[in-house]
């Protein structure tokens, strides 16, 4: 059984076949088509909010939205320095300064105090990304940025159906920043999605994914990109989107069982703020210490589970090797003592079970 358990591989069913065949055989594979469209519509439905433009990556997303608020040159972003590389890359794309600024030590999403220590006269713009599905605190966060009137960017590449106070991540802020990726909770295979706050606005961005074309004819009235989604992956987007509901209720469950599983045990999962409820894109827990954590990492390896790594604190990469770390601690520490377990909604309750067995027997035997 064991091997059958998958860290985050996606769902791909006969409704998903169904819709990209339907795609092939009517020649919509590229960027023609009714597709996108479509998923834009039926995303914002589920999302109930803002004004959709579906793009090439949730990377695209975020560099769209950097550059649509006019950050560039001179100017300082912040951001958590325990995330994926590419909620950062794209502040360099538009040649800004990204400012790591350290985690919550029980959430592990950004920390409105750290932030307020690092907010200068370049300060722009907050870079938010709600870690693995959990919420950011997002009452404080968009009062922190009213307060300095810095733009709020939600990376809520991987937080699809999470909500703060009942309201969808990527709701918040000036722009909510989308993936699709093959291992988020919906996938179109590649591709993301930019939520706008008026239609004037995603008119303009949609506009700027196209190549800045305006017409039909090869003329273009300022510098654009190729960020199009194309038809066939939102033809995949449509069907997961009408799964979306049952994926999310699924992840809670097995989050469900690894808080039971370890009670008593000396184990933190990651935890949600009062008003928040979050996907579980992925499940993660810390252990005493990096000893233990590599012990646990051994078994499930014996047991042929996988796991993952929490991400490694992004001064740790080259191009950003020369911010500075010491403030760090929370990030550090995470990284050191966390894991990811397995969270795809290909696993069975009993998966998840078997996960959490592996786990008590090294805690308990140690």
């Known amino acids: ?23 092939l055989q009517e020649g919509f594979v590229s960027t023609y088509g009714p597709y996108v469209a479509e998923f834009e519509r039926k995303f914002v439905g589920f999302i109930q909010g803002g004004y959709p433009v579906a793009v090439q990556s949730g990377t695209a997303a975020l560099h769209l939205a950097l550059y649509k ?12 320095a325990l995330t994926f590389i590419a909620s950062v890359n794209p502040v360099m794309y538009v040649g800004a300064k990204p400012v790591f600024v350290d985690v ?23 870079i938010v990304v709600h870690l693995y599905g959990n919420c950011c605190d997002m009452d404080r966060l968009t009062k922190l940025a009213h307060k300095y009137k810095l733009f709020l960017i939600e990376d809520a590449t ?40 008026s239609s004037k606005v995603a008119d303009h961005a949609r506009h700027l994914v196209n190549q800045a074309r305006p017409g039909t004819a090869y ?5 654009g990109f190729n960020y199009r989604m194309t038809n066939l992956e939102a033809s995949l987007g449509l069907a997961q989107l009408e799964r979306l509901k049952g994926f999310v209720d699924k992840k809670r469950k097995f989050r469900e069982i690894y808080e039971k599983e370890t009670k008593g045990l000396p184990v933190r999962l990651q935890q949600e703020y ?15 210490n ?35 770390k010491k403030s760090l601690i929370n990030t550090y520490d995470l990284y050191h003592r966390g894991l990811c ?23 308990i035997e140690k």
């Open 69 to 80: 608020l006019g950050i560039g040159p001179q100017d300082e972003v912040i951001v958590p």
């Open 341 to 363: 377990l397995p969270s795809s909604v290909v696993n069975t309750e009993k998966n998840i079970q078997t996960v959490c067995r592996a786990i008590r027997k090294v805690l």
């Open 158 to 197: 991987e937080s699809l159906g999470s909500r703060f106070a009942g309201q969808h991540t990527g709701t918040f802020g000036d722009y909510g920043c989308f993936s699709f990726n093959g291992n988020k909770t919906v996938t179109t295979g590649g591709g993301g999605l930019i939520l706008c706050r």
């Open 1 to 23: 059984m064991s091997k059958q358990i998958q860290l985050d591989a996606p769902s791909i069913g006969l409704l998903e076949k169904k819709y990209v065949l339907r795609a």
């Open 104 to 126: 919550d030590a029980l959430t592990w999403n950004i920390s409105v105090e750290a932030i307020e220590k690092k907010i200068t006269d370049k300060t722009k713009a907050i």
């Open 290 to 324: 990096e000893t233990v954590r590599a012990k646990i990492e051994k078994a499930l390896i014996r047991a042929g589970i996988p796991f993952r790594r929490l991400f490694v604190p992004l001064p740790e990469s080259t191009p950003y090797s020369s911010a500075e």
């Open 219 to 223: 003329t273009h009235n300022e510098i």
């Open 274 to 288: 009062e008003k928040a409820q979050s996907c579980f894109w992925l499940n993660a827990m810390t252990f005493e």
